[in-house]
């Protein structure tokens, strides 16, 4: 599915541009990085990843596994990681302003790391959750109801702008790892499991598919 394609190649400079935004700010509460790159980041975050990436997300992948696979909209999977696009766009939000005029005090550098730090972190994990879960197992469903395509759109020139951008900055600030957040594949890596999703086989399982499990599982 070449949306698919394309939203997991999205995916990788997300994670990318992710490791390079905590270079930034660190280097910037150091006193050793450029304040003007902040609103270079907001911009890759708020147009390429938000009304890019996210946008197509919910309005086409999304909306497909609701209305042609018939996926629950009001829980499971779709509603905890729209949940999550609608809560780090907020916590973006809240980051923006410190981005565009730089921190000027302690208790605003100290504010920033913090909200960087949650949104890295949150980013990240949604991104293995999308990626070992969603999108294949989203996949698999939409062939089963015929639907092997999705529509896609262009960039506006904001959202290629931001997506340029990014290359500048990967360049500046080379991207680093957050050694204190695990990350891996499966349900119960995601930080929604347990809180607004039971998990896929839970959420979405069929009866059949259940059967088959324990069929599986009886003759092992």
């Given at each position: 599915?070449?949306?698919?394609?394309?939203?997991?190649?999205?995916?990788?400079?997300?994670?990318?541009?992710?490791?390079?935004?905590?270079?930034?700010?660190?280097?910037?509460v150091?006193?050793?990085?450029?304040?003007?790159?902040?609103?270079r980041?907001?911009?890759?975050?708020?147009?390429?990843?938000?009304?890019?990436?996210?946008?197509?997300?919910?309005?086409?992948?999304?909306?497909?596994?609701v209305?042609?696979?018939?996926?629950?909209a009001?829980?499971?999977?779709?509603?905890?990681?729209?949940?999550?696009?609608?809560?780090?766009?907020?916590?973006?939000?809240?980051?923006?302003?410190?981005?565009?005029?730089?921190?000027?005090?302690?208790?605003?550098?100290?504010?920033?790391?913090?909200?960087?730090?949650?949104?890295?972190?949150?980013?990240?994990?949604?991104?293995?959750?999308?990626?070992?879960?969603?999108?294949?197992?989203?996949?698999?469903?939409?062939?089963?109801?015929?639907?092997?395509?999705?529509?896609?759109?262009?960039?506006?020139?904001?959202?290629?702008?931001?997506?340029?951008?990014?290359?500048?900055?990967?360049?500046?600030?080379?991207?680093?790892?957050?050694?204190?957040?695990?990350?891996?594949?499966?349900c119960?890596?995601?930080?929604?499991?347990?809180?607004?999703?039971k998990g896929?086989?839970?959420?979405?399982?069929?009866?059949?598919?259940?059967?088959?499990?324990?069929?599986?599982?009886?003759?092992?």
């Amino acid at each position: 599915m070449k949306l698919l394609d394309a939203l997991q190649d999205e995916h990788a400079l997300i994670d990318r541009v992710l490791g390079s935004f905590r270079s930034y700010v660190d280097a910037l509460v150091d006193g050793m990085a450029d304040a003007e790159d902040g609103a270079r980041f907001a911009a890759f975050f708020s147009e390429f990843a938000g009304h890019f990436h996210h946008d197509r997300e919910e309005r086409v992948f999304f909306h497909a596994l609701v209305t042609q696979a018939e996926l629950p909209a009001e829980r499971g999977p779709v509603h905890a990681l729209a949940h999550e696009h609608a809560e780090m766009a907020q916590w973006l939000r809240e980051m923006t302003p410190l981005l565009e005029r730089g921190p000027h005090s302690d208790d605003d550098r100290a504010r920033l790391e913090a909200l960087a730090t949650r949104y890295s972190r949150a980013l990240w994990r949604h991104i293995d959750a999308e990626n070992s879960v969603l999108y294949p197992q989203g996949a698999e469903r939409l062939a089963r109801c015929g639907v092997r395509e999705l529509a896609d759109r262009p960039m506006s020139e904001a959202e290629a702008a931001a997506r340029e951008g990014a290359a500048a900055l990967l360049l500046r600030y080379p991207p680093s790892e957050d050694a204190a957040l695990t990350r891996g594949d499966g349900c119960f890596m995601c930080r929604a499991h347990g809180d607004t999703c039971k998990g896929l086989e839970a959420e979405w399982w069929t009866e059949l598919e259940w059967e088959e499990f324990y069929d599986r599982d009886a003759s092992d």
